[in-house]
């Protein structure tokens, strides 16, 4: 079956929909990039051009791929554009009732052999999966930001996810060269529940004054050899996408380190969302991407 699967939709424009539709590309994948408004799918493709530019300068890719590799993404406005595509990817925002919706409109618009995946953070794969008539199709490709450059790929395995869309994912993850880990469908899976503990656990000494942002993050840039601080990946992956993983690993797990700290969620009320507003726990220069 993995052989069959060439071409891909990918839901959401955002951060996280360019970069997968970016790593499909890469793969030699036919992918189409769709979302409600233009402004956003032209955002993704100069997004993508950019991300591919860099990897050229710095030998990853041929200068003269990039253009292939941005001729492989279609983008559109209209999700039943391609009926017939072998897998869809929805990475829209983080809300359950969103997410359910889209795989419900999406369950009637493809085919029964296409393969469903949710790049959720966190969000239930089988309460997901439930929304379609084709829950043995449905699994979790849970992608990092920036996702050209992160090795992870964390598939997230329903309870109705069969065994062969389990291999489907292994083959995937194989074709966009990262390496796997599989998780039981809970809460967070494994990436997100840690990730936001120590974040919201960063940003409350923050609010305790125990020590500045700068000195936090190196903290664990120095002290434990982390790529990046808590605070600053915060920036990069916005504030408003952590506070919703938040809001909903405090409501599934119900332990208080999920409670979003006050300073989180003022930050957020006042479009303090990191890097893509320029402004976060740092201020960040929104002319370059
Ligand atoms: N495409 C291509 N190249 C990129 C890029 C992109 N999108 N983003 C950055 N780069 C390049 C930079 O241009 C830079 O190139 P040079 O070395 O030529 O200057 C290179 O990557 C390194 O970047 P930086 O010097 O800016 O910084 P760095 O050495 O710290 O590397 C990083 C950047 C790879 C992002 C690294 O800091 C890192 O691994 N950070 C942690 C990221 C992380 O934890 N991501 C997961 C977030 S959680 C998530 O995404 C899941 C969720 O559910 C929300």
Redesign the pocket.
């Known amino acids: 079956m993995e052989n069959e699967i060439k071409s891909v939709v990918v839901a959401g424009a955002g951060t996280m929909g360019a ?1 997968i539709a970016q790593a499909f590309a890469q793969a030699q994948f036919e992918t189409v990039l769709v979302d409600l408004s233009e402004q956003q799918l032209n955002g993704a493709l100069n997004k993508i051009t950019s ?1 591919l530019k ?2 050229a ?2 030998g990853k890719i041929a200068e003269g791929e990039i253009e292939t590799i941005v001729g492989r993404i279609r983008v559109s406005t209209e999700l039943k554009e391609q009926p017939d595509a072998d897998l869809f990817i929805e990475a829209i925002p983080e809300q359950l009732s969103l997410k359910t919706e889209m795989f419900q409109i999406a369950d009637a618009i493809f085919k029964p052999h296409t393969v469903f995946a949710s790049n959720t ?1 966190g969000l239930s794969i089988t309460r997901l999966a439930s929304a379609t008539s084709r829950p043995q199709k449905v699994i979790g490709l ?1 992608f ?3 996702v ?3 090795k992870l790929l964390e598939i997230v395995v329903g309870e109705s996810t069969s065994k062969e869309s389990l291999h489907v994912a292994m083959w995937i993850s194989k074709q966009l060269a990262k390496e796997a880990i599989v998780v039981r469908d809970s809460p967070g899976f494994a ?2 529940r840690l ?1 936001i503990a120590m974040a919201f656990e960063a940003i409350r000494m923050l609010e305790d004054k125990v020590a500045s942002a700068e000195d936090i993050d190196k903290a664990m840039t120095l002290g434990y050899g982390h ?2 601080g808590p605070l600053r ?1 915060t920036d ?2 916005g504030l408003d ?1 952590r506070l919703a ?1 938040g809001e909903n690993l405090r409501h599934s797990l119900g332990q208080t380190q999920f409670e979003p700290p006050a300073l989180l969620r003022e930050m957020v009320k006042e479009g303090k969302l990191g890097q893509k507003t320029g402004r976060g726990f740092y201020l960040w220069d929104i002319s370059v991407s």
């Open positions: 970069g991300s860099k990897l300068q710095k953070s849970h990092f930001n920036p050209p450059l992160m990436t997100s990730g790529p990046m990946l990069l992956v996408v993983i």
